[in-house]
């Protein structure tokens, strides 16, 4: 989808350097909500605490959010659904949406179905299916262990799970046809064919539960801005299907390290990798980490930081448990009482505790993979 | 595939009235080669046996058939595939081409996979699954009628068997762009994206055995020339997937009753369905089937008829075990000893003794009906 000003932001391409008027601005031409204080209150309240993404307006665009908090209140409930185009190691920034989802889940006691969408790397960026499955399975564990529920997590890896998937992305198909794929996501009469019906198998988790069930059940899908196109498309081609309109929760991107848009998985030194050592950890944050802060200590404490633009404060606000220590550190930081070497130092010691509890939920995580993946059975008993 | 006068052959759309000459040149406009009799004899000879479907000229075109033969012959073996779209009833018409596969497979004791395309019906023709899942269920009893070895045929339903399906159209999918399909097919942009992957989708049967086993065995395809635009996508496509390029071989239409193209499903009176009393099947005979008489006895005594165009006659020369009395039947009809009347009582009664046998088979495969079904497990096993 262009932006009025050419600058692209597809599922697929996203433009660098996106400030927060770019967000305001890409949400009101997709035509999602953002989410005013009086939504992000009532969320918390029904979820029963608050949350740094939300607080810090990392998650803030949405479509019929208030329809799924309606039915938290009249007792109908909802399920996420989330997903993950699997490759190289996982970057921090590419857990911290999961830890929102996460909090989503313990919240409300809700199911979550993550899609892993292998058949996306697959189709988009030639990856071949051994690689993939090598790939597929340390992002699994890595997302994993983040500790969602093992009774209440589901997860739909695409290469596998045809048999559940196929039959319904055919259904989908039906009400998409090449000028719409063309206009909402940019593709060529060169593309392969498979991108093409590729939307339709990422649309299939918004309707499953309904589909399986035979009754509606609200979905809601915490993604990444970038991913609106596809579930635009599904908000149109549902209601002709029966189901209802998947409702979504939005995030902004994590700045990559070294400031900009996306973070990459190519480039090593692009962001913190979950199995960086506390000595990898701190020369990133050191060498690396893009810096609100000033050239010289003097100016720092004369004119203070950015913390907005700085990547250190901005994983720090959404790890820190204890929200009133970032408000003062933001404080510090913006009037010049706190250097760049000092935030820094404490935001790497910070990063390196919360990858040490990763690494150890993980190695418990490796044994109970397996009662984690899909299975049309366990999606229909876990919401009797 | 437009045809060089503008009329259209694409799996989806077939011109009328097509002739011996229109049926030669289609192959060549395709690309196909033609069964001369040196590749018909090495066939039947190797089959141990001869075959009226070859012999009549009905099975006409082919790919790399020499091939298969050559595998025959040393030892490496093949294994057959065919499909059918499902809907409505069957005729006899859509019926007689099993009967020739049914020929192939006993004379060179081989593996069949018969692929259901429901999701080809549910795209193109607006189905619903519902509805599909009946006429899918008696489609398959009725084609099992014919008595296939339980051992070595294994039945795919599209919207079933998505985890066998989907990731391996997927690999094919990569390589097929729209630019590709709409030459191909002829689709425009307005059609569905579901129609661009179907025919990836349709090629998987083609290369499963050689993908689940992990060596290349080769395919051979019994399918109307209509469907050849298909195979000729993966016969490109499989190489780069390290697949062998399938083998076909390409039948004629069976004309309809009335004489004309494809038989069509929606209109009763236009050919014998499976489940015709022998009343209904003699009314249709004397009152629709099309002739190749003359319009009066006292003519046709004198000038003959043109069984070459009659459709009692080729559907009789198909079904009678007894060849030799088939060629008396011919000279006697196209000389004019035999009449119109003689010839279409004879041929009812015939075509009634056949679906009794059909149906009393039909009745006893409703219990082994599940035998028959798909499974990978199963396809690994018939190949050790």
Known sequence: MPLNDNREVTPWEVSESLGEGDYLRIAREFGAGIIDNDLRNRLERLAGGTNPFLDQGVFFAHRDLDLVLND???GNGFYLYTGRGPSGKMHLGHLLPFMFTRWLQKSFDVNLIIQITDDEKYLFRDLE???????????ILDILSLGFDPQKTHILIDSLN?????????????????????AVFGFQDSDNVG???FTSIQSVPAFLVSSLLGRNVRCLIPHAID?????KVSRD??????????????SKFLPSLKGGGKMSSSDPNSGIFLDDSPQ???????????????????EQRKYGANPDV???FNVYRLIEEDQAKVSRIREDYRTGAMLSGELKTMVAEKISQVLAQLKEKREETVESYEEFLFSEERLIDSFQ
């Open 195 to 197: 991108k093409y019906f």
């Open 227 to 231: 991913q609106d196109p596809h579930f």
């Open 129 to 139: 299916w051994k690689e993939l499955s090598e790939v597929t399975r340390n992002n």
């Open 310 to 312: 700085d990547f250190s």
């Open 162 to 182: 045809g048999s559940t998937l196929y039959r319904r992305a055919v259904e989908v198909s039906r009400h998409i046809n090449v000028t719409l794929s063309k």
């Open 72 to 74: 938290v209140e009249n």
């Open 237 to 250: 081609v549902f209601p002709k299907l029966g189901y209802l309109k998947p409702s979504s929760i939005m």
């Open 280 to 298: 990898v950890v701190r020369k990133k944050i050191m060498k690396y980490a893009f810096s609100g802060g000033r050239d010289t200590a003097e």
